[in-house]
């Protein structure tokens, strides 16, 4: 058993690797020293840091490794990526590639293309695509090849591909040590006082809903992560913002958002899929349903990607437009901000 770190949004779903059910005639015994006798060559470290990572459940809570296991209990180890490798056949899916050259290339990935296979999605991923029109890729620490970082299946924007082994490891290392640029432009609801600031807090898996992330006072409870915005657009109910990425966790931007009370437009998963803020006017209303018709989607694009060449050593940095959908959903708040808000709108 290994926990490896992610430096990206990651996947949407967990995966049980080991299960224990406790049997009625156990002594208390620390988790981390249970597991041990229980996984085959499974280190105190590996089982500390699995978690500090929050992939340890006891019950369906994470535990930290002093929990004392008691009879009864149901023991899982959970982590985002499968038991097992999911053999993976090559599509032919067509790919919006940016650049390349015979160490990586840059793809522009589309809304709804989920970036590799896991449950419920095994066919039609970029991996799958990837695995049609290249040949060897090298594989990352999750034997997933050619994937230095990911982005959510719901998410727009850039992703880097490395199509060799020193290109993965040079790659990876910068995504780690944070040296990497990664800007992100995103539509929350609510005026964000500030024009700009910096969120920090560790992220785990909610305690009681599995699927989404939270953010935790407790330093012992998940990973550190930063984010850093800056306001771009006001539109009176929901601000444009730049979001610039100092660690990548799994939902980072969605999760630090909502924490700071401006969850993403439309992000069905935290609740943006509701009207947080605005009228209780019927026209406002419709508006909003409009809205969402057009961007069916958290509002999130992953804009800039800026790295170091691995072979050549030069610092490089992409850039793309807004996918057409947020660009069509901002321009109608636009246009709403200026004919439509007052003073005298009564606010939810």
Not at 205 to 233: C, N
Not at 287 to 314: M, Y
Request: charged residues 25%; contains cysteine.
């Amino acid at each position: 058993m290994s926990h490896t770190i992610d430096t990206t949004d990651l996947d949407e779903e967990l995966f049980e690797h080991f299960r224990f059910d406790v049997p009625k005639g156990q002594l208390l015994l620390r988790i981390d020293k249970y597991l041990m006798n229980m996984i085959p060559n499974a280190t105190r470290n590996k089982i500390q840091n699995a978690a500090t990572a929050g992939d340890i459940y006891v019950n369906d809570l994470p535990v930290k490794s002093n929990y004392k296991v008691k009879p009864f209990d149901v023991v899982r180890i959970m982590l985002s990526h499968p038991p097992f490798e999911n053999r993976v056949d090559p599509e032919n899916i067509p790919l919006d590639i940016v650049y390349e050259d015979d160490a990586l290339l840059l793809i522009n990935k589309p809304a709804g293309f989920v970036v590799h296979p896991g449950h419920g999605n095994y066919t039609g991923t970029l991996v799958n695509a990837l695995a049609y029109h290249f040949d060897n890729l090298p594989k990352n620490s999750s034997e997933r090849p050619g994937l230095v970082h990911r982005i959510d299946k719901d998410t727009t924007g850039l992703l880097v591909i490395a199509k060799t082994e020193a290109a993965m490891t040079h790659l990876a290392k910068q995504f780690e040590a944070k040296t990497s640029e990664r800007e992100y432009v995103a539509l929350v609801w609510g005026n964000i006082k500030e024009d700009e600031g910096t969120i920090e807090g560790n992220i785990a898996r909610h305690v009681k809903d599995r699927m989404q992330m939270a953010v935790f006072a407790d330093s012992e409870i998940g990973k550190p992560a930063v984010t850093h915005y800056k306001v771009l657009e006001r539109f009176g109910y929901v601000t444009l913002v730049s979001c610039i990425l100092e660690t990548g966790r799994t939902h980072q931007i969605r999760v630090h958002m909502k924490h700071i009370g401006h969850t993403l437009f439309n992000d069905a998963r935290y609740g943006g899929d509701l009207i947080l803020k605005g009228t209780t006017f019927t026209k406002y209303k419709q508006f909003i349903d409009n809205c969402f018709k057009i961007l069916p989607r958290q509002a999130l694009h992953a804009k800039t990607l800026g790295f170091i060449h691995p072979t050549t050593g030069k610092m490089m940095r992409f850039n793309t437009e807004l996918p057409q959908d947020m660009q069509e959903c901002i321009e109608k708040w636009r246009n709403y901000s200026k004919t439509n808000l007052s003073e005298n709108e009564e606010e939810v």
